[in-house]
C-alpha cells in the first residue's frame, strides 16, 4: 500500500509541476479568470502528435525508463465536460494503446486541465514501453489548450498501475504534443 500511495503522490506532484508552467504561459489579456466568471471550456476534438517519456522502470531485465512518440485523440462529448481519449505510446521496440475517459475543467479561455482513467494494453510484453511491459489500469492527468485557429498543445502523465510483469512497480509517463482541431 505505501508503493500505491508514494506512486500516487508522485503523479499528482509532477502533474502539478507540468500544468502550472502551461496554464501560466497560455494566459492572456482576454483570459478570464477561473472563479467568479464563466470560463469558456475548450470543447473541440483533435488528433495530435508528440514526444513520450517514460520515466520508471519496473526494476527486472527489459523494465528501464524508454522515450519515443505518442500520437494522441481527443473526441468531445457534446453538452458534457467528458471526453474520450486514445493515446499510442510508440519505440522502436513496442507500442502500447490506452483508451480513457476524462472529465474536462475549463481554467481559462479555450485552456482544459483534465482528469481521467482508462486501461493500457501492451503490444509486446517481452519489452518495455513508455507505461510498463503488461496491460494495465492507467489514471492520467494533463492539460490542453487551443493556441491559434485549428492548432492545440497537450501535455499530460500518465501512471499505470502494477504495469511491469513480475513487479508491483507502477510506470509513469509524461507526453506533449500538438494536434489539430476538427
Known sequence: MKLSLKSAAILSTLSVAAVVPLLLGAGSASAQPIYGTQT????????GAGAAAGVTNGGRNND?????????GRFVVPSTPVSVRGSVLFTGKNSAVIPTVTYDLPVSRNTNIYGGAGYSFVQNGDQTSQIGNKDAAV???????QVAKGVVVYSDAKYGIN???????GALTLQAG???SF
Open 40 to 47: 469558456e471550456r475548450f470543447d473541440r476534438s483533435y488528433v
Open 178 to 180: 500538438v494536434g489539430l
Open 163 to 169: 504495469a511491469y510483469q513480475g513487479s508491483n512497480a
Open 64 to 72: 528501464a525508463a524508454v522515450f519515443g512518440g505518442n500520437i494522441q
Open 139 to 145: 489514471i492520467t492527468a494533463g492539460v490542453e489548450s
